[in-house]
């Protein structure tokens, strides 16, 4: 796919979002230097990032924890949050780093059916210099879900149909979408957040 550039200057990709997208807080400076201490290239630092927040972070929906997490510091605190959640943890870790990261979403059926509606799913596009932009989605991998810090392949969550009215959005945006955060926000509990999330960009 084609990614589409919110913007052209990598500046905008690395800047904080207060309060979802801060970096200098102690916790995620905490995992920066630890990520850091394992690695040295970017490519490595960025492939540690993803697997923290695909791995150490459970999903809610998943573990039906009903904490709504929104910034990165309450995400990697927490160990919870849901796709949003996971990827605004990863853009955190990965502009603390140096390395761009922007915010993906795609259209997917909310329970496997036509009938059960739409919402978004989050995940991330990360730019390195000697392989450009690529997606990874941070979701965390279940029984049927096998997502993989992959550049020259994707290796997302969820393949996206088509056919069924599922969209899979070739935009990279420099911040999380208004409407993303606001369903959070508004969210007593994870299970209300499921039926909030918005349905489409």
Same mark, same amino acid.
């Given at each position: ?13 690395? =800047? ?25 290239? =970017? =490519? ?62 795609? #259209? ?30 941070? #979701?965390?991998? =279940? ?59």
């Amino acid at each position: 796919m084609k990614l589409i550039l919110e913007s052209n200057n990598l500046e905008d990709y690395l =800047k904080e979002i207060p309060p979802v997208i801060l970096f200098h807080t102690p916790a995620i400076q905490e995992k920066i230097r630890e990520i850091e201490s394992m690695a040295s290239g =970017k =490519k490595e630092r960025a492939k540690i990032a993803f697997e923290i927040a695909r791995d150490e972070i459970h999903h809610s929906f998943d573990t039906q924890e009903k904490l709504v997490t929104i910034n990165a510091e309450d995400v990697l605190r927490n160990k919870e949050g849901i796709c949003f959640a996971k990827s605004h943890l990863l853009a955190t870790l990965l502009r603390g780093m140096g390395i761009p990261a922007g915010f993906c979403y795609q #259209r997917v059926l909310r329970k496997g059916t036509v009938e059960s509606g739409y919402a978004l799913h989050g995940l991330n596009a990360v730019y390195l210099e000697e392989s450009g932009w690529f997606r990874v989605d941070p #979701r965390g991998n =279940k029984p049927g879900i096998d997502s993989r810090f992959s550049i020259e392949e994707e290796k997302l969550a969820y393949p996206i149909r088509t056919e069924l009215g599922e969209v899979d959005y070739p935009n990279v945006f420099t911040a999380p979408l208004p409407s993303v955060l606001t369903s959070m926000h508004e969210s007593c509990n994870t299970q209300e957040l499921f039926y909030k999330r918005p349905e489409a960009i």
